[in-house]
């Protein structure tokens, strides 16, 4: 059965610096991966998502993720973190179904 | 243009009783989905429909219904509310499978 994993519960980062949160993913093909960000008291948003392609994907908000299919990961990254990032994200796959991570919670100081 | 909408936000229930929570959706999509989500623990899918008139279960069904009588309605339902029911419930939408999901802002439910 696929699942998801996100070795991180909590981070925590200063303004301006650079982040990777961690995502490790098991299932025996490769599966369509995503990023979603949740604010305080919001619904999730989809950040970025891979299919198939350039393993280095592009998203909103300055945000990217590299594929690598040695390592099962999916790990999302930004060069520098503004205040504003400071919420959770969940990594995602899905082969018939979505499964999402337990979450990785953002704490950005200034 | 409103995207997803889940009524209530909040509610509080006593353990028996029973509610259904809406979604409502204005994008036309087919897909329609309840999560809950409790920490530690991610989001887990509940039931999902593919449109307007099916249902299906996903991976924590028991204690739930639900009905998608409308193509822009998804309605999830406790008939019987237990503690362990109480969490955060969104719904979400996409046009197609894995294309990107659309949210509600969620409806916290504590059932004493």
């Known amino acids: 059965a696929q699942s998801v994993t996100q070795p991180d519960i909590h981070i925590t980062v200063s303004e301006g610096a650079s982040l990777e949160l961690r995502c490790n993913y098991s299932y025996g093909a490769t599966p369509y991966l995503f990023w979603y960000v949740q604010s305080p008291g919001q619904g999730l948003q989809l950040l970025l998502k891979?299919?198939?392609?350039?393993?280095l994907v592009q998203g909103i908000k300055g945000f990217e993720a590299e594929f690598k299919r040695s390592q099962s990961s999916f790990n999302l990254r930004k060069p520098s973190v503004h205040w504003s990032d400071a919420a959770e994200y969940f990594c995602?796959?899905?082969?018939?179904?979505?499964?999402f991570g337990t979450g990785t919670r953002l704490q950005v100081f200034p | 243009n409103a995207g997803v909408t889940q009524t209530p936000k909040f509610r509080v229930l006593k353990t028996g009783q029973s509610m259904t929570l809406l979604c409502a959706q204005d994008m036309n999509h087919e897909y329609m989905y309840w999560y809950r989500q409790d920490p530690g623990m991610g989001l887990r899918l509940i039931h999902y429909s593919v449109g307007e008139g099916t249902t299906a279960k996903g991976e924590v069904p028991d204690g739930y219904n639900v009905s998608r009588l409308k193509k822009q309605n998804f309605l999830l339902g406790l008939e019987s509310a237990a503690p362990s029911q109480t969490s955060v419930y969104f719904c979400?939408?996409?046009?197609?499978?894995?294309?990107?999901?659309?949210f509600g802002s969620g409806t916290q439910l504590s059932v004493l």
């Open positions: 979400a939408s996409e046009a197609t499978p894995d294309e990107k999901l659309f």
């Open positions: 995602a796959v899905s082969t018939d179904k979505l499964i």
């Open positions: 891979y299919f198939s392609g350039d393993t």
